[in-house]
């Protein structure tokens, strides 16, 4: 309600201070994508990802639906790479599958070689020689 207020400082600010499901932060996370202000919706969506808890919605991990994957689908849309690197790494490591593991190579580019070795620990059925 405050985002479509105008209020956007005063709704990202109280999301800091009082949003502790991912489900909450990703809904601001979209209304403020909606209205444009991506910095902030970024912002909220990075701070739930580094809370580092259960990043899904309702208790889902399917693709699509959870936090991580959205942040990274939406961060590499708007040429955030870092920031669609560390959700892409945080999607695989929730669900440990192929789909999850691809984003994470594309978006490593040339530290890929670096990163390999992290998701080896992590899912070694995964991880190309």
């Known amino acids: 309600m405050l985002v479509r207020l105008e209020r956007v400082d005063e709704a990202v600010a109280y999301a800091r201070e009082s949003c ?12 403020l994508r909606d209205a444009g202000r991506h910095d902030e ?13 259960d990043l899904t919605v309702d208790g889902n991990c399917r693709p699509g639906h959870s936090l991580a994957h959205w942040l990274r ?9 870092d920031l669609a690197l560390a959700a892409a790494r945080a999607a695989f490591e929730q669900t440990r599958s ?6 994470v190579e594309t978006w490593a580019g040339e530290g890929w070689t670096g990163i390999r070795q992290i998701a080896r620990q992590v899912s070694g059925r995964w991880a190309r020689p």
């Not at 502790?20 to 209304?31: C, F, G, M």
């Not at 192929?98 to 984003?103: E, G, I, M, V």
């Open 20 to 31: 502790t499901a991912p489900s909450e932060s990703l809904e601001l996370a979209k209304v």
């Open 98 to 103: 192929l789909d999850d593991y691809r984003p």
């Open 41 to 53: 919706a970024l912002a909220i969506a990075e701070g739930a990802l580094r809370l580092g808890a």
């Open 73 to 81: 689908d939406y961060a590499g849309l708007i040429v955030r790479r």
